[in-house]
């Protein structure tokens, strides 16, 4: 089996549900509120080990009553936590989500432990990036950190992959060391410059994160209208599953996973961005980040059921 290795943020979730997002000055009545462990990072490790993969995280929290509370969802799902540090001096990451009924959200992030995961914090984990044949990266966390997790992975000679979320700067130098980037369209206008309105500004923009460095493939993903893959022979648009939306909280971190695995399992490129549209797919019907995450059973359980069509789009030939 595949040794992944993710370095990333762990938060805890407040999440409101109101009817729409409340306009500059609005206030709106909300229906529930609700905890949930989260955080980018630790979204992906929990989905891949619920996917079946072995996955060990590295992160930080707070001693706190939040870091005990994503300790255990990440045990829970069978995560290594050999690399989970714990800091006395500061609090746990947290993140406010307003949620809508159309599954909507805004996100304020408060990033407590997550930015004190400095550079050196990596150095007692060094024989981790030399077992690992992945290794996954988010923004969640200080850039430094992410250059050097990026830079030991390269030297090992795993595959890197860099979800540029949210967009830092900095950015830009991670993903010369990545093999795969996988941004949303502000991230990537935001590391390219360009703008990204039309299908053919996204693979432009695309092609030149390719043109800038040695990635193998850039994976924009576009919310309900699916992905565009931009390799250097072309470019696919392959669509999102077809279902209603509840919650899109997860959705990037629930496809990144699916990818991954599924990558790591042999499968081509192709047929890895079909597991992972599945994936989010399945994410976006449940309430809540983590929680909202599949177990292989429940992915097949739910392609089934949903009778999905998860065929590919249009390949579209390279300028």
Do not use: W
Request: aromatic share 4%; net charge negative.
């Amino acid at each position: 089996m595949k040794q992944i290795l993710v370095v990333g943020s762990l938060n805890v979730d407040f999440v409101v549900r109101t009817p729409v997002l409340p306009r500059e000055g609005e206030t709106v009545v909300a229906h529930s509120f609700a905890k949930f462990p989260g955080g980018k990072g630790a979204n992906q490790s929990v989905a891949l080990a619920r996917l079946g993969c072995h996955v060990t995280h590295i992160g930080k929290v707070g001693a706190d009553d939040h870091g005990q509370l994503l300790r255990r969802s990440l045990e829970g799902a069978g995560v290594h936590l050999d690399g989970l540090i714990e800091d006395s001096s500061t609090h746990t990451g947290m993140a406010f989500i307003h949620l809508a009924e159309n599954g909507a959200n805004t996100i304020v992030l408060v990033p407590g432990a997550n930015m004190r995961l400095l550079p050196s914090d990596l150095n007692p984990f060094i024989p981790f990036f030399h077992q690992a044949d992945f290794i996954v990266i988010q923004n969640e966390i200080p850039v430094e950190t992410n250059l050097r997790a990026a830079c030991l992975g390269k030297e090992r000679g795993a595959t890197v992959v860099y979800n540029p979320a949210p967009f830092q700067k900095g950015s830009d130098q991670i993903s010369l060391q990545a093999d795969l980037i996988i941004p949303n369209e502000i991230e990537l206008s935001e590391l390219t410059g360009l703008s990204v309105t039309t299908e053919r500004e996204i693979e432009t923009a695309a092609g030149r994160l390719l043109e800038r460095g040695n990635a193998k493939a850039v994976i924009v993903t576009l919310g309900a209208r699916g992905c565009m893959v931009k390799e250097r022979k072309g470019a696919r648009v392959f669509p999102a599953a077809k279902v209603k939306a509840t919650d899109t909280t997860a959705a990037g971190d629930a496809f990144i996973a699916g990818l991954i695995c599924s990558l790591s399992e042999g499968s081509d490129l192709p047929e890895s961005v079909r597991m992972a549209t599945a994936v989010a797919g399945y994410a976006v019907t449940v309430l809540g980040a983590q929680s909202s995450l599949p177990t292989r059973k429940e992915l097949h359980e739910f392609i089934r059921s949903e009778n999905l069509s998860l065929t590919f789009g249009a390949t579209h030939a390279s300028p």
